[in-house]
């Protein structure tokens, strides 16, 4: 399923929507209001984690102005999040506090994986201290390059997102992972070992990509 | 500001015992390093902090350096006797051969302070210490109750290289967690192997995921 095309079966034909609503007769489903309800306003963690918060940060800024696509409340604690963005570095000694956050998270939950360092490791990807990015530990719904990247890159993600979540099913093979009883709610938290985390990726999450040349 | 000879000199008179050395340094900046026995190190700093011209009141920076074991190959000329076949009697004859003689100079860890004066306005004054060797005898004397700002940057040598600060207030690793058990800033340091991912790997991590991909292509088969 791309992200262009509809995933649920419509339920009213869209050109007839569009005469009623000229006829003044608003048609819906449960589903649309669902969605356009979630999208509408996804509150993200407050947390930042290296310089690409700060860029986070002037996303949420007037400039830039976050607060147009509902999403201006950054919340303290995670249980009242939706969203989490990994603005940062994460480092092998971060990784566990982050995995936990986001199992602390309420559902329906996303997150985006913002800049070099938490999509790969960035420029640290061959340290002994730093996370070959946060996805081998959670899922990522929107991954962002760059370094940092600039607002509008983080403003591109979140209409990126919010179009995911309005391409949402609410029943079904392709419904969402909180709506699925036999999901995983839980992500493991890894453990510090003696030389690295253990273990070094959630296999249920994360599988070696394969490098096509 | 005195010189690195003045304030050896300095220093050996005010503590008795007192081993130093001068460390060169051959770049343009020449700022020489003293060389300072564990031993005497604690008395050495606290005189570089007190004395009236020097007071060097300011710890800019504690670091560390790993050196390994250096092992030299020298050729020498060893005269010995050699038995020979000289017209039919064998005979003792001296010889004299060329052999190639191998020393190994033990590694060592070494901590480095760079001092300051904010009252005296100069500096800076580089201090140094270095352990017994790499593996059991790496305790150095603290300076942390000399210069307060030692504490966290101890705190990270003892974290990344290993030494033992004696006579620190609180020392655990700062950086790396707990029950890490390496010291990733010595050379000898093997990160852990997780090169199962490498999209734009050359030269060494090249190496590294392709020696991955062949040990876990292998664990598969068996």
Redesign the interface.
Same mark, same amino acid.
Do not use: A, R
């Given at each position: 399923m791309g992200l262009g095309e509809r995933s649920f079966d419509v339920a009213v034909d869209p050109e007839l929507k569009i005469e009623l609503g000229k006829q003044g007769i608003f048609v819906t489903t449960i589903q649309e209001l669902y969605n356009w309800g979630r999208k509408s306003s996804v509150w993200p963690m407050q947390f930042g984690l290296a310089c690409c918060a700060i860029e986070m940060i002037a996303t949420t800024m007037a400039r830039y102005d976050l607060a147009r696509f509902g999403a201006e409340v950054f919340r303290p604690s995670p249980r009242q999040a939706d969203l989490m963005i990994v603005s940062g570095t994460v480092t092998k000694k971060m990784a566990p506090q982050v995995v936990r956050l986001y199992n602390q998270m309420a559902e329906p939950r996303y997150v985006i994986a913002m800049g070099a360092c938490a999509i790969s490791g960035g420029p640290f990807k061959q340290g002994y201290n730093v996370l070959k990015g946060i996805d081998r530990y959670i899922p990522v719904d929107v991954h962002i390059p760059g370094c940092p990247p600039r607002p509008e890159a983080l403003l591109q993600a979140f209409m990126t997102l919010q179009k995911k979540i309005d391409e949402q099913s609410l029943t079904g093979e392709n419904r969402p992972r909180y709506l699925n009883v036999d999901a995983p709610g839980e992500f493991p938290v890894p453990e510090q070992g003696e030389h690295d985390l253990v273990p070094a990726s959630n296999p249920n999450v994360w599988t070696v990509p394969v490098v096509i040349r | 500001m005195k010189t690195v000879e003045e304030i050896k000199t300095a220093i050996e008179t005010a503590v008795s015992g007192a081993q130093l050395e001068i460390v060169p340094n051959g770049s343009p900046s020449a700022e020489h390093s003293l060389l300072v026995d564990a031993a005497h190190a604690f008395a050495a700093a606290k005189f570089l902090r007190d004395d009236a011209e020097l007071k060097l009141d300011f710890l800019s920076n504690v670091t560390g350096v790993d050196w390994l074991d250096k092992e030299t190959t020298e050729k020498v000329k060893v005269t010995r006797p050699v038995e020979k076949e000289v017209n039919g009697v064998k005979t003792m004859v001296d010889e004299t051969v060329e052999e190639t003689k191998k020393t190994v100079t033990p590694g060592y860890l070494e901590a480095v302070y760079h001092l300051y004066s904010m009252a005296k306005k100069h500096g800076p004054v580089i201090l140094r210490m270095r352990t017994g060797n790499r593996s059991d005898k790496v305790e150095l004397p603290s300076l942390t109750p000399i210069w307060r700002a030692a504490e966290f940057q101890e705190r990270e040598v003892f974290d990344l290289f290993g030494i033992i600060f004696t006579g620190h207030p609180d020392l655990r690793r700062i950086?790396?967690?707990d029950?890490?058990? !390496?010291y990733?800033m010595r050379r000898d340091?093997v !990160? #852990?192997d !997780?090169y199962?991912?490498e #999209?734009t790997a050359h030269d060494d991590?090249l190496k590294r995921a392709q020696a991955h991909l062949a040990a876990t292509t292998t664990e598969a088969a068996q």
């Open positions: - | 950086l790396m967690w029950g890490f058990k !390496d990733p340091y !990160d #852990p !997780d199962e991912y #999209p991590v």
